[in-house]
């Protein structure tokens, strides 16, 4: 076809998708505002993407409010392999409510099972979220499975690890291909940090609390003591999350900046890292 000046102009429908480059690691942030949705991000989910050979694998950890809107932008929620939770809290699992939905009722019809970790209790706590009776609750669309040890899944390999948080709360330590994922989960000062972000590629770090307040023990982080696990654990780079709407995320990033002299920022929806 030619264009107004004559020129030959390739069809639009003729453009190339670039496949996915083999053995990479890409990590995807669905959502990370604090403890409830901000008004410009869900609330905690990040995509975990690996390509081998033969295909890209998908894992999802978290699946907060609002986070399945914004998943379907960055991949289909069909394609998705596994869920890690990594508490029960709402503003980490309770899309998993809708997820039931889109798994049980699609046009193309109910959907295989895809096993979801997470803490004692998860498929009893989600099925009462929507409402279910307790058996079979969702087990029909996900095969609940308890964190214990580490899981291999793909070329994935999820070490959990059991943080500080009034509730069963875990990290995880997600590795491919020689890359290291550290994810916090939601969790206060513990040297269980340490083992979860040693020499990570990419730690992504809860800091839901300013230095300056009188903040409560047991429950999550600021952003100095985000940027020093950083240091102590030779993370080569801190992405600062879970940031509640009523802080000012800048107040994170500068303790944490100061507490860490490696490259950090602030977690912002849609951003994509490649390790």
Request: include cysteine.
């Amino acid at each position: 076809m030619v264009d107004e000046s004559g020129a030959d102009v390739a069809p639009a429908t003729t453009a190339l998708r670039v496949p996915p480059t083999p053995n990479t690691v890409k990590v995807t942030v669905v959502g990370c505002s604090g403890s409830y949705p901000g008004p410009d991000s869900p609330a905690s989910c990040y995509l975990v993407q690996a390509t081998d050979s033969l295909r890209t694998w998908s894992l999802v950890l978290d699946m907060g409010n609002g986070a399945l809107g914004a998943l379907q932008r960055y991949v289909d929620p069909l394609q998705v392999d596994a869920v890690f939770i990594s508490h029960l809290h709402a503003d980490h699992c309770v899309d998993m409510t809708s997820y039931y939905v889109l798994r049980k009722y699609h046009p193309t019809g109910t959907q295989p099972k895809i096993p979801v970790w997470g803490p004692k209790g998860t498929a009893k706590r989600l099925a009462k979220a929507y409402d279910l009776p307790r058996k079979p609750g969702m087990r029909e669309e996900f095969s609940f499975r308890v964190y214990r040890d580490p899981i291999e899944i793909g070329p994935f390999r999820v070490e959990p690890y059991e943080v500080d948080h009034p509730v069963p709360a875990y990290g995880l330590r997600v590795s491919a291909f020689g890359k290291v994922l550290a994810y916090s989960g939601d969790t206060g000062p513990t040297g269980t940090l340490m083992d979860i972000a040693a020499d990570a590629d990419l730690f992504l770090c809860e800091a839901s609390f300013r230095s300056c307040d009188d903040n409560p023990p047991n429950l999550h982080l600021t952003g100095t003591e985000a940027g020093d696990v950083a240091t102590k654990a030779g993370a080569k780079r801190l992405v600062v999350t879970h940031v509640p709407p009523w802080h000012d995320a800048a107040t994170m990033l500068a303790e944490a900046e100061a507490a860490y002299d490696g490259p950090t920022e602030l977690a912002v929806q849609g951003t994509v890292y490649e390790l």
